[in-house]
């Protein structure tokens, strides 16, 4: 089992930055996966970035790429969310997701069921 709790979420103007974070407790060793995703009122969950913390192969969603950054603190057990050049459409709950021992498909990476740990999220608003 993996905890997750995030942290970091909060009320910007566009073209602002915020950085959220997520710290991981349990057996985080079997988790070689974790990502972010975001949900937006009446949307489905969307992934947005996901790290293979062996590797740090990075993977992000087109709508992000360029203005946010995922990160790892292996020493620290967190995720990192760097969020720059912030757009009202960035505006959802964020979560952060682990994987279980049987890892993530790659190709796959922004799946939500590819992932069994969940926090339980933080509310990212973006005014204009």
């Known amino acids: 089992q993996v905890q997750l709790v995030e942290s970091g979420g909060g009320s910007v103007q566009a073209g602002g930055s915020l950085r959220l974070s997520c710290a991981a407790s349990g057996d985080t060793a079997s988790s070689r996966w974790m990502a972010w995703f975001r949900q937006a009122p009446g949307k489905e969950r969307e992934g947005v970035a996901a790290?293979?913390?062996?590797?740090?192969?990075?993977y992000y969603a087109n709508s992000v790429k360029g203005r946010f950054t995922i990160s790892q603190d292996n020493a620290k057990n967190t995720l990192y969310l760097q969020m720059n050049s912030l757009k009202p459409e960035d505006t959802a709950m964020y979560y952060c997701?682990?994987?279980?021992?049987?890892?993530?498909?790659?190709?796959?990476?922004?799946?939500?069921?590819?992932?069994?740990?969940w926090g339980q999220g933080t509310q990212v608003t973006v005014s204009s």
């Open positions: 997701a682990a994987a279980g021992p049987a890892g993530v498909q790659w190709w796959l990476w922004f799946k939500k069921d590819e992932y069994p740990y």
């Open positions: 790290i293979l913390t062996t590797t740090s192969n990075i």
